[in-house]
Antibody
Framework: EVQLVESGGGLVQPGRSLRLSCVAS????????MHWVRQSPGKGLEWVSG????????GYADSVKGRFTISRDNAKNSLYLQMNSLRGEDTALYYC?????????????WGQGTLVTVSS | EIVLTQSPATLSLSPGERATLSCRAS??????LAWYQQKPGQAPRLLIY???NRATGVPARFSGSGSGTDFTLTISSLEPEDFAVYFC??????????FGGGTKVEI
């Protein structure tokens, strides 16, 4: 069974940084692209970033480009999101999502999310 | 960036009725469209990918159709567990990947 467990969320002041982690199990992590998707309270879904299996292909939403960095460690079955210069509009539940196939661009499995609150 | 517009925002139906949800893209995305279901307090669940392919374990009452800019998710006969929010998502020309604003199917 695929399991994705996010951590690292919390309350942070505007302008500060936070690093999210996602530990994967139940599948060959190194075979799949991975993504971060966020959802503001009571709102819709927003794709944040995606990374290919070998980290050679990476993409970001314009809203986070230059501030967020996605990375992965296949030896640790882990996905990361380094978030710098955080803003109030980054407040959201951040989901780790497994690509349905490698680079397919659909989200076949999701974690339960980690909540990031940006506020002074 | 490709914008996805879902309609209606809310669909009020009864169990056993047919639900028809629409998703329109701002430009052609071929069949690179997925549908997700989200229930309160839960992560989204992939239902349909590439416009018409059911994901593993998805009941046959869910079907998707369309190509280009107009897409439809149909639930042939609503079960009580189908009342939820449904999102469409496109992967054509990504990044970025974009989602529609959602349709809430309520009793």
């Amino acid at each position: 069974e695929v399991q994705l467990v996010e951590s690292g969320g919390g309350l942070v002041q505007p302008g500060r940084s936070l690093r999210l982690s996602c530990v994967a199990s139940g599948f060959n992590f190194e075979d799949y692209a991975m993504h971060w998707v966020r959802q503001s309270p009571g709102k819709g879904l927003e794709w944040v970033s995606g990374i290919s299996w070998n980290s050679r292909s990476i993409g970001y939403a314009d809203s986070v480009k230059g501030r967020f960095t996605i990375s992965r460690d296949n030896a640790k079955n882990s996905l990361y999101l380094q978030m710098n210069s955080l803003r109030g509009e980054d407040t959201a539940l951040y989901y780790c999502a497994k690509d349905r196939n490698n680079g397919h661009g659909y989200f076949g499995s999701w974690g339960q999310g980690t909540l990031v609150t940006v506020s002074s | 960036e490709i914008v996805l517009t879902q309609s209606p925002a809310t669909l009020s139906l009864s169990p056993g009725e047919r639900a028809t949800l629409s998703c329109r893209a701002s430009q052609s995305i071929s069949t690179f469209l997925a549908w997700y279901q989200q229930k309160p307090g839960q992560a989204p669940r992939l239902l349909i990918y590439d416009a018409s392919n059911r994901a593993t374990g998805v009941p046959a009452r869910f079907s998707g159709s369309g190509s280009g800019t107009d897409f439809t998710l149909t639930i042939s006969s609503l079960e009580p567990e189908d009342f939820a929010v449904y999102f469409c998502q496109q992967r054509s020309f990504w990044p970025p990947i974009t989602f529609g604003g959602g349709t809430k199917v309520e009793i």
